[in-house]
């Protein structure tokens, strides 16, 4: 009987459990570690930048920008590494001396309008100075224009350069009282225009005559018609030598207003022609004086005319 007792005792199986987190393995260790990552990189960052001067921060901004022209020619903030240069310098003809950009303050560069315009003038000057000896040069290498030298009288004015051809008694730019050039003065202008056309200045072109009264009746025919006649017979010659007819601004005649010898009005030399290359400033009063003259009212429309039947 023991026997069967034996046989009959129940048989208890123990099962243990496993651990909760089994499925999830060991995956939040990597993102926990690219977290810790990520922010230690935020803060080397931030430690960076408040590190950093205003001229480091340019120079990486003006990298970024055009990496290529701050490697070849360095600058604030470049830096050694950054620069093709060895040892940094501030070009490639300079190795050494490389100054930490930031350390120092950037040099502000202010412009002098005065300055810069006054710089201009000088430059403008000295353009129409070879202009000058350029036109002196033409005319004495020209065996038919030589001859001519004692008319042409050149000058630097306030307006600019001044080319003036002045009569002779033996050789006239015109006949008296007419307006057709000599076969001579007409070469002479031509070459003027293909000279001139080299150059961007824009032109004035006066006509001027002596004192002597024009032949004629009071409200005739008179000096200040001839004298602007004979000045576009002498622009239509420029062109024809190559000057671009928009160059000329102002086309004038003059009669006997202004001579070039006042003790002798009827003087051959104040019969003359005056090509004037007008400089930058001459040319804005001029333009300046026209739209000014164009937008002011007419009287006319200032003021109420007579009422007509």
Not at 4 to 18: H, T
Not at 114 to 135: G, S
Not at 237 to 254: I, K, N, T
Not at 279 to 298: H, I, M, Q, Y
């Amino acid at each position: 009987m023991a026997g069967d007792a034996k046989k009959l005792q129940p048989i208890i199986i123990k099962r243990v459990k496993k651990g909760g987190h089994a499925a999830h393995g060991g995956a939040w260790k990597i993102a926990y570690a690219d977290f810790v990552t990520a922010m230690m990189a935020f803060f080397l960052l931030m430690w960076l930048l408040g590190s950093t001067t205003e001229g480091d921060k340019k120079g990486i901004a003006d990298y970024f920008a055009s990496p290529l022209k701050i490697a070849m020619m360095g600058g604030s903030g470049s830096g050694d590494s950054s620069s093709v240069v060895k040892g940094g310098g501030q070009d490639l003809t300079r190795q050494t001396g490389q100054v930490k950009g930031g350390e120092i303050e950037a040099k502000q560069r202010t412009i002098n309008l005065k300055a810069l315009k006054e710089e201009q003038r000088k430059a403008e000057r000295a353009r129409l100075e070879q202009l000058k000896d350029k036109v002196e040069r033409t005319i004495g290498e020209n065996a038919r224009l030589s001859s001519l030298g004692g008319q042409i009288k050149l000058d630097m004015t306030r307006e600019g350069l001044r080319i003036q051809i002045v009569d002779e008694n033996n050789r006239p730019m015109f006949d008296s009282g007419s307006a057709v050039l000599k076969p001579y003065m007409r070469e002479l202008l031509q070459e003027l225009g293909h000279v001139l056309s080299e150059v961007p200045n824009r032109l004035t072109l006066e006509g001027h005559t002596d004192a002597t009264p024009f032949p004629g009746g009071e409200r005739g025919y008179s000096n200040w018609e001839l004298s602007a006649d004979r000045a576009n017979a002498s622009r239509r010659e420029m062109l024809a030598g190559g000057m671009p007819e928009e160059r000329m601004l102002r086309v004038q005649g003059l009669a006997s207003s202004k001579l070039l010898d006042a003790s002798a009005p009827a003087s051959p030399v104040n019969r003359r022609i005056s090509i004037i290359v007008m400089n930058r400033d001459a040319e804005d009063a001029v333009l300046k004086n026209s739209t000014e003259e164009d937008s002011a009212p007419s009287d006319a429309a200032s003021s109420p005319g007579p009422s007509g039947r």
